[in-house]
């Protein structure tokens, strides 16, 4: 314990919890009981630089916790979770942090840094008490493996479930321990028989999914935002990137299970004409080309076998509004066109992006997706759309944004039974949701975004007819 009050930076305590909280260098926020010395009641864990501050907001059962990158998580009490992570540039965090307050009265949570910075917490409804969900916790990612027709989610605490994608029963479930941060992005394997995962501490680590072992761990940076499998030619590859600005590549050894294997040496026009912001994003085009996305709205498209780029571009509108004060230029989101009935309609290879204007979608989609969307995938064959979220749902969706339903349900769907589908039913928090209403300023936005969304929309109907 001497150790332990050595290393502490910051600490608060609560009389009407009976808590304590502490905070230090090991970037641990450990819970203890004031009126017994020993040993913590619990420790949480998911910050990547020392914490700096911390305060129990009582009335709501919840801790917030500051550390030295100025990353901001809410915690709940007596859950032992994070509730919420606040990203520094999204937060409008910048400079080194000097103080910090929360006000009850105005629900605001004061940073005092080279600016300002307000987070105000939106206080959501209550929710229906039969409200059905998948995980416990947020949903961080999703994916689809086309092999063994199942759904993969992982959690902030690093929960994976595996769905059957037929019915949306639950198959199993592995991960969740103390020592596992929160998983931030999910791949498969080209077979479909391994998963790999990516985590806010920086980790990637490879699965064999389908029984829930770890086969091999791929060392530690910062956060990773996307990874994919990639193949070149005849060999195999795993790509990352993330908050370190720049693209890990690793190679691609499944019978070597135990090796911490270090990145391949960067190519050099990542490291001299690379992005200037965090990679946000990743996306194949085989046989050599690969795309990357940042922060700051770039998007570079590069040569894998040379390690040289190929083109490099932004929006038009976002190139229109750059001095836009407070404008979100990131794009978190690119995909190459891969379905034949849509590739036909170009004389190049198409690389979608989404930004901060979602463009139109069924109405019911577009609650969901402004809200709480966490990740978005297409499945082609089905014609559905998968779909999770921080509200801690994985939902399947028609790709005309007809609800299917929550993986978790009590009854079982048909993916191709539509009259197993829960619509016209819909989920209870999108039905009472503003954003869900028709004549709401989302559904309504007049964007070139979503102009050539729509125009690329309705061609792609008439032509498949």
Not at 399 to 413: D, L, N, P, Y
Request: glycine content about 6%; hydrophobic content about 35%; aromatic content about 8%.
């Amino acid at each position: 314990n001497a150790l332990i009050v050595s290393r502490v930076k910051t600490f608060d305590l609560c009389q009407k919890h009976s808590l304590l909280v502490t905070g230090g260098m090991d970037r641990l926020v450990r819970m203890w009981n004031p009126h017994f010395s020993g040993k913590p009641t619990g420790i949480l864990k998911g910050h990547s630089a020392p914490i700096v501050h911390l305060y129990i907001l009582s009335e709501d059962s919840q801790i917030f916790s500051v550390s030295r990158d100025n990353t901001v998580k809410i915690w709940d009490i007596q859950d032992q979770y994070c509730l919420f992570t606040a990203d520094p540039k999204a937060s409008g965090i910048q400079g080194d942090m000097s103080a910090c307050s929360y006000s009850s009265a105005t629900k605001c949570f004061y940073i005092a840094a080279d600016c300002m910075a307000v987070l105000s917490l939106k206080i959501r409804p209550r929710l229906h008490s039969r409200r059905t969900v998948s995980h416990d916790e947020t949903v961080m990612c999703c994916g689809y493996s086309e092999e063994f027709r199942q759904v993969v989610s992982c959690t902030e605490r690093s929960v994976v479930k595996v769905w059957d994608f037929d019915t949306g029963r639950q198959v199993f479930e592995f991960g969740g321990t103390n020592d596992l941060s929160a998983t931030t992005c999910l791949d498969f394997d080209p077979k479909g028989r391994r998963l790999i995962t990516g985590g806010r501490d920086g980790c990637l680590k490879i699965w064999n999914f389908n029984n829930g072992n770890t086969i091999l761990s791929k060392g530690e940076c910062q956060e990773v935002c996307d990874c994919i499998f990639l193949q070149v030619h005849r060999n195999f590859y795993v790509m990352s990137v993330g908050r370190d600005r720049k693209i890990d590549i690793y190679p691609d050894i499944p019978e070597d299970l135990h090796h911490v294997q270090r990145p391949q040496p960067s190519w050099q026009d990542d490291l001299k004409n690379g992005h200037k912001e965090d990679i946000l994003c990743v996306a194949q085009c085989p046989p050599s080309l690969v795309a990357t996305s940042s922060y700051d709205g770039e998007i570079i498209v590069w040569n894998v076998v040379s390690g040289r780029i190929q083109c490099r571009f932004v929006s038009p509108f976002l190139a229109e509004n750059q001095n836009v004060e407070g404008l979100d230029t990131s794009v978190p989101s690119i995909i190459f066109l891969k379905n034949s009935k849509l590739q036909h309609l170009f004389s190049a290879t198409a690389l979608l992006s989404s930004g901060d204007l979602v463009p139109e979608m069924p109405s019911l989609i577009s609650s969901h997706v402004s809200l709480f969307l966490s990740s978005l995938q297409v499945v082609d064959n089905d014609q559905v759309v998968l779909t999770s979220s921080i509200d801690y749902t994985v939902r399947l969706w028609s790709a005309h944004g007809e609800f299917i339903g929550t993986f978790g349900q009590s009854e079982s769907w048909g993916v191709n039974i539509s009259s197993s589908w829960k619509h016209p039913a819909v989920p209870y928090e999108v039905l009472i949701d503003p954003l869900s209403m028709p004549d709401h300023e989302i559904l309504n936005a007049n964007t070139r975004q979503c102009m050539f969304a729509r125009m690329f929309l309705d061609k792609g109907d008439t032509d498949t007819d």
